[in-house]
């Protein structure tokens, strides 16, 4: 009972704070509202930036790479191999800790790497412009289409004041 209470005490509160300012916008104010605010635009104008970056990106494949690499190994300790000392010219029966290997070690290494001919990189580059103009003919249908709902909606919107200002 308690909780039926609480939320009618809200929905009675919450229409004191209705909207009672109103926007009189003409049809080109409301067209461009529509296209600056709606959501399907603005999904489709990501989609158009989507397909020019996959655009370069496929662009990139074709252009010289150049990876480099770099390893450094610092042993801090390192192993000791007991070999019988008569190996070097000892006393027989006797063993000498040998140390194999370098304290440290450094290595570099560069590669250039140059697509010159491949049939699917050509295709690749083909069929991304396609994308990017379905892409950009989409956004624009989209646009089109926000324009003709904001110009039907305005149209009986004034229908409906001058079928009021008849009655």
Do not use: W
Not at 32 to 49: G, I, M, P, T, W
Not at 73 to 89: A, M, Y
């Amino acid at each position: 009972m308690k909780n039926q209470s609480i939320f009618i005490f809200l929905m009675c509160f919450s229409f004191g704070f209705s909207q009672d300012t109103t926007i009189s916008l003409s049809l080109q104010e409301a067209i461009d509202y529509a296209l600056e605010n709606n959501r399907q635009v603005k999904n489709a104008a990501r989609d158009v930036s989507a397909a020019e970056e996959q655009k370069r990106e496929t662009i990139a494949i074709g252009l010289p790479q150049i990876n480099g690499n770099i390893n450094y190994q610092n042993f801090l300790k390192q192993q000791v191999q007991i070999v019988p000392g008569e190996t070097f010219g000892g006393a027989a029966g006797e063993f000498i800790p040998v140390l194999f290997g370098t304290e440290q070690n450094a290595s570099a290494s560069a590669t250039l790497n140059q697509l010159i001919f491949d049939g699917s990189y050509i295709v690749g580059l083909q069929s991304t412009k396609v994308f990017l103009e379905i892409s950009k003919n989409a956004q624009q249908k989209t646009e089109i289409q926000v324009r003709q709902n904001v110009i039907n909606a305005y149209g009986n919107v004034l229908l409906a004041e001058e079928s009021e200002a008849i009655l």
